[in-house]
């Protein structure tokens, strides 16, 4: 039986939702180019993989301390909503940041104040977005220590911004992971793996190491 690291690594690999494009990188919104790109807002459109990355997470899920289920918005919140129905437990989503109208709010489903949450994400790249939710989960009154997400790059400078935060990042699949199964399905030639494990060690400078 594979691993659930091993499963939810071919699952997205088999609907396309991560991208190999080493001869063509892409820009990330930090700013980093990239030999890759993961788009993890396709699964919910294939249920049988949606299915293996929600059991994934609510097999995590059994090792933790949590009131509420909180997914960031937008790419989380699929994620998020469906784990907490699972495990019936209440859900919310934080948007990046607070309405400009209405009732202003940042975290939208209930209150969150004196409460575990455990924040889900489906993607960390440099941890941002995620540690953003962290900080407005905590000022609304919420104690957060724990976030899954489907994959991480595994960047140094994401591990260091969440131990500084005190927040534990799981995720299902660590892109090692994801890029060792796509050489194992023929997805990647092993000149391509090599490039990609090159970024991954170092993201800001892979680009100019290699005149892209």
């Keep these: 039986m594979p691993t659930t690291a091993t499963a939810v690594a071919r699952a997205l690999l088999e609907i396309g939702a991560v991208v190999f494009t080493p001869d063509a990188p892409i820009t990330f919104k ?7 790109y993961v788009d993890n807002r396709r699964i919910p459109f294939w249920p049988e993989q949606w299915r293996i990355v929600l059991d994934g997470f609510a097999q995590a899920a059994q090792e933790l301390d949590f009131d509420v289920v909180a997914g960031i918005a937008v790419g989380g919140v699929p994620h998020s909503s469906a784990l907490a129905y699972i495990l019936g437990k209440p859900s919310v989503f934080v948007r990046p940041e607070a309405k400009g109208h209405g009732t202003r709010s940042q975290i939208e489903g209930g209150d969150v104040a004196g409460r575990r949450v455990l924040l889900v994400e489906d993607l960390v790249t440099t941890g941002g977005s995620s540690l953003g939710g962290v900080e407005a989960l905590r000022a609304a009154g919420a104690v957060v220590t724990d976030c899954l997400a489907i994959v991480s790059y595994g960047f140094a400078e994401a591990a260091e911004a969440f131990a500084t935060a005190g927040v534990s990042l799981t995720p299902l699949a660590r ?13 990647l030639t092993p000149a391509q793996i090599a490039l990609v494990a090159d970024w991954q060690a170092d993201p800001h400078g ?5 005149g892209l």
Excluded: M, Q, T, Y
């Design 175 to 187: 892109f090692d992971v994801l890029r060792e199964e796509a050489g194992r399905l023929g997805k």
């Design 30 to 36: 930090s700013g980093i180019r990239s030999p890759v």
């Design 206 to 210: 892979w680009a100019a190491r290699h």
